[in-house]
């Protein structure tokens, strides 16, 4: 089916399922013809019981009684006595006495109908005389299936095989109809995907400017609405993607411009050799800068490839603050920390902490609090609130802040945690802000 346009797909299962219904419908329509002629046949050879109880008589060829006198105390095969057999029911039976007793004991337990591989009887029996407390004469009607068949052979003509003709040119109609609305109704359907289609292919010579839309309530208009969603946030990220290396340029720019006019400088003789420890300060920092840009493709293209561990994060913490304790010396820092682990790479880890407390460092005016409890690590600093856009859209790379500035720090942070499976919530807390990493 897969190899199948959707149309011819919902056609050629619309027409199984059609036919497939024709017949069971078939199938149960025989059934019920069935159950007619048992019917038929219960209530003629109850009529003949009836009509002759009183004055037994064989009528219609294929209808005779048997008379039998039971004894209720004995036995069913030692208690049947004066047995008498009606000519026709003799013609019914012949002289098989094995087939005869099977269809008194048949008769006398209550069954209508009696079966073998040949032939068919349709019985009924009565009570005809209380002869006294233990003896009982029984009346027992019998009929082959002549009368059925010949029933059958007039119905099966007219009622049954035009039923059954009825049935499927119904059926048939249906198929022709609905394969026709259903053939209007997948090109209008296929029509809307190949619009969708066609949208999403030119996307790239477009740029991500062209819209997507389509009228409607139903799945294809909302997919259509989730391509449209997909396609602005493509183009915001490519629009960002673009500020970001229009703001990398410009961030690698000026130490760049310091040490080449420090190094001409030394060159020329104009200036101190001392000079050269500002060429290596700018350096270091250009060296920072480069090795976040190579952290967060790292994490951006982190494939899980690497075996995963629960990592004790009170060891990642304390290693982190000790090896920023000169840094912080002018905060008070309060560690409240359980042995809760994550899942991940210990290395990411610390860089993705080291990242919070140097941003948390920045922006502190005191305090920095730093909980690990039940699965849960926050970081709060008492310093000015973030902005509305880091809350609800998250970090995105070397995005420009209020302040001018630029960081791809909090970005490497946000990307670590979602790709272990870890949220990152920040609120701002009057003073100050919080940073929540959990499950």
Do not use: C
Request: aromatic share 12%.
């Amino acid at each position: 089916m897969r190899h199948y346009k959707l149309s011819i797909q919902v056609i050629i299962l619309f027409s199984f399922v059609t036919f497939f219904s024709a017949l069971v419908f078939g199938f149960i329509t025989y059934k019920n013809y069935q159950s007619v002629y048992i019917g038929l046949a219960r209530n003629e050879v109850d009529n003949y019981v009836e009509a002759t109880i009183d004055n037994p008589r064989d009528t219609e060829s294929y209808l005779g009684y048997i008379t039998i006198t039971v004894n209720k105390i004995s036995t069913f095969e030692a208690a049947v006595t004066n047995r008498y057999i009606s000519p026709n029911a003799r013609k019914l039976l012949g002289n098989d006495e094995t087939l005869t007793d099977a269809i008194v004991r048949a008769a006398y337990l209550g069954e209508f109908i009696y079966s073998n591989a040949n032939e068919t009887f349709y019985l009924s029996i009565r009570t005809r005389t209380e002869i006294s407390e233990s003896l009982t004469e029984y009346y027992i009607g019998i009929m082959d299936d002549t009368y059925i068949n010949s029933v059958k052979a007039v119905t099966a003509k007219e009622d049954v095989l035009m039923t059954f003709i009825g049935t499927f040119m119904t059926f048939s109609i249906i198929i022709l109809l609905g394969n026709m609305a259903i053939a209007i109704w997948s090109r209008n359907l296929t029509a809307r995907i190949k619009y969708l289609q066609r949208e999403v292919n030119q996307f790239t010579n477009t740029g991500y400017e062209n819209k997507v839309y389509l009228n409607g309530n139903d799945e294809i208009a909302e997919l259509s609405k989730a391509i449209e969603n997909l396609r602005l946030e493509i183009r915001e990220n490519e629009h960002t993607k673009q500020e970001m290396f229009q703001n990398v340029s410009h961030d690698l720019k000026t130490p760049i411009s310091v040490i080449q006019s420090y190094a001409e400088a030394i060159l020329d003789g104009t200036t101190e050799v001392e000079d050269a420890k500002i060429i290596i300060k700018q350096t270091e920092k250009l060296q920072g800068k480069v090795k976040m840009l190579l952290e967060l493709s790292k994490i951006s293209t982190l494939e899980m490839k690497e075996s995963l561990e629960s990592i004790p994060m009170k060891e990642v913490i304390n290693q982190v603050y000790f090896n920023n304790k000169i840094r912080l010396n002018n905060l008070k820092v309060i560690l409240d920390l359980d042995d809760t682990e994550f899942l991940g790479v210990r290395e990411y880890f610390y860089t993705s902490i080291e990242n919070l407390i140097d941003n948390a460092t920045r922006y502190a005016s005191k305090v920095i609090e730093v909980t690990l409890k039940n699965g849960v690590l926050t970081i709060y600093n008492d310093g000015p609130a973030i902005e509305e856009k880091y809350i609800t859209g998250g970090f995105k790379p070397y995005e420009k802040g209020s302040r001018g500035q630029f960081g791809i720090g909090m970005s490497i942070v946000q990307k670590t945690f979602n790709k272990f499976g870890y949220s990152l919530v920040v609120e701002n807390m009057n003073p100050g802000v919080k940073f929540t990493i959990k499950h």
